[in-house]
């Protein structure tokens, strides 16, 4: 009997800390890594024809080089409010100033 119980003392001890790593991995992999990119407009929010455009334009909320961000597109025009989300001319609707796609064209001075 009192083996039976040390037995299932040692099962639940290593249960909580099977879940004790669990919940430690857990939290590291979710742990912040860096700024988060605001989506801008929702593939759900927009129509099919915007979805396809942005999908064929290879549009990205964050741009791979930010150099070449939507802030920097000729054809973005800032959010009010210092808002991270603008327009582009191109997809008739919002985006996000980390933003880029493959029309990206430098904003001229
Ligand atoms: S054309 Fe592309 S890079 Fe330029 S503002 Fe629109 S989404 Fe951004």
């Given at each position: 009997?009192?083996?039976?119980?040390?037995?299932?003392?040692?099962?639940?001890?290593?249960?909580l800390?099977?879940?004790?790593?669990?919940?430690?991995?857990?939290?590291?992999?979710?742990?912040?890594?860096?700024?988060?990119?605001?989506?801008?407009?929702?593939?759900?929010?927009?129509?099919?024809?915007?979805?396809?455009?942005?999908?064929?334009?290879?549009?990205?909320?964050?741009?791979?080089?930010?150099?070449?961000n939507?802030?920097?597109?000729?054809?973005?025009?800032?959010?009010e409010?210092?808002?991270?989300c603008?327009?582009?001319?191109?997809f008739?609707?919002?985006?996000?100033?980390?933003?880029?796609?493959?029309?990206?064209?430098?904003k001229?001075?």
């Amino acid at each position: 009997m009192s083996e039976l119980g040390l037995s299932r003392r040692r099962v639940l001890g290593r249960g909580l800390q099977f879940s004790g790593l669990g919940l430690a991995t857990w939290a590291l992999s979710s742990c912040d890594q860096g700024p988060k990119v605001v989506a801008c407009a929702g593939p759900n929010n927009l129509t099919f024809s915007e979805n396809s455009l942005r999908q064929a334009s290879h549009y990205v909320e964050e741009a791979p080089d930010p150099a070449k961000n939507c802030t920097g597109c000729g054809f973005f025009t800032a959010g009010e409010g210092g808002s991270n989300c603008g327009k582009c001319e191109i997809f008739l609707g919002p985006v996000n100033a980390r933003g880029h796609c493959d029309s990206w064209a430098a904003k001229k001075a």
